[in-house]
């Protein structure tokens, strides 16, 4: 934990919809920043245009920095992306999760970089891609106190607003009951909407009660610009990272010995959505009320 600020250099891994933004606001505040290619050359070299140095693998990557983010699925590419760096990792260095993971799967990590000489820390992420290109994101950190002290000018690179939680995993687990609560309204207006057709009021005269009202709010706005405007894109999270969510949420109030019949409903109704066809890379959120609508047989007025 000797390194200073100024001598952080910085591994990217995972440069899609949320980090390219994040690793372009590391090179904008005068960090050395390493990437590296998975499918999708674009963002790799655009940030090398910027300034970044490209890896030609994870453990050249892992050689060059002293804190590494990962933007990954879930925990299962976590894991192997790091297990693919920790023979080339330098001595006490940082991996900074930014996924939405299994906190279990993130605290045997930590455990198992721990016992190298390395550090794990969690700092999943809240906000859209506009805010990570801004520099705005929000994140929810787990971490022991020194490593979160160690990382909180990196991290300020990328976001506006810094929670410490406390110690390592602590973030995936805000960050899971963070996505029950978006992804249950979610579940929850499009119900609510299919019976609304159903009983002959129409989408767009719900939304003319309810927006501006008590229940509104910015995720229901997103999650509407789809239902009434047509906006395909107006919430990009895809459906099949949604009921991922919701199952690493059921993992967790399982662990815990918690009943969570709420979260189950909202995890079947993502589930029900996939099964019928919705497991595409551009199938959203917002987008499950057009399956909640079609199981009901409910076309809109």
Not at 185 to 205: D, F, H, N
Request: proline share 4%.
């Amino acid at each position: 934990m000797e390194t200073s600020m100024s001598e952080e250099t910085i591994g990217f891994v995972g440069v899609g919809l949320m980090g390219q933004g994040m690793a372009a606001n590391l090179l904008k505040a005068g960090f050395t920043v390493s990437v590296v290619a998975h499918r999708n050359r674009g963002p790799v070299d655009d940030l090398v245009a910027q300034g970044a140095t490209e890896a030609e693998s994870l453990a050249e990557l892992a050689a060059v920095s002293s804190v590494i983010h990962i933007c990954a699925p879930g925990s299962p590419q976590v894991e192997a992306i790091v297990a693919a760096m920790m023979p080339t990792m330098q001595a006490g260095s940082v991996i900074v999760d930014c996924s939405t993971s299994d906190p279990n799967s993130t605290t045997a990590l930590a455990n198992k970089l721990a016992q190298a000489g390395h550090h794990m820390a969690d700092a999943p992420l809240g906000g859209t891609p506009v805010q990570a290109q801004n520099g705005e994101l929000a994140t929810m950190v787990g971490a022991d106190p020194v490593v979160f002290e160690r990382l909180e000018p990196v991290i300020a690179a990328w976001a506006k607003t810094i929670v410490h939680i406390g110690p390592c995993a602590a973030g995936h687990k805000m960050k899971l009951l963070n996505n029950f609560l978006s992804l249950g309204y979610a579940a929850l207006y499009s119900e609510a909407l299919a019976l609304s057709e159903k009983v002959g009021i129409s989408t767009k005269e719900f939304d003319s009660v309810i927006r501006g009202s008590r229940m509104d709010c910015g995720f229901y706005q997103t999650f509407m610009g789809y239902a009434v405007e047509g906006n395909r894109e107006s919430h990009k999270f895809t459906l099949s990272n949604a009921l991922k969510d919701l199952r690493y949420l059921e993992a967790m109030a399982d662990e815990v010995g918690l009943s969570n019949p709420i979260g189950n409903a909202a995890k079947n109704s993502f589930a029900m959505a996939l099964a019928a066809g919705g497991d595409g890379p551009n199938d959203y959120v917002p987008h499950l009320v057009d399956f909640v609508a079609a199981r009901n047989g409910v076309s809109k007025a």
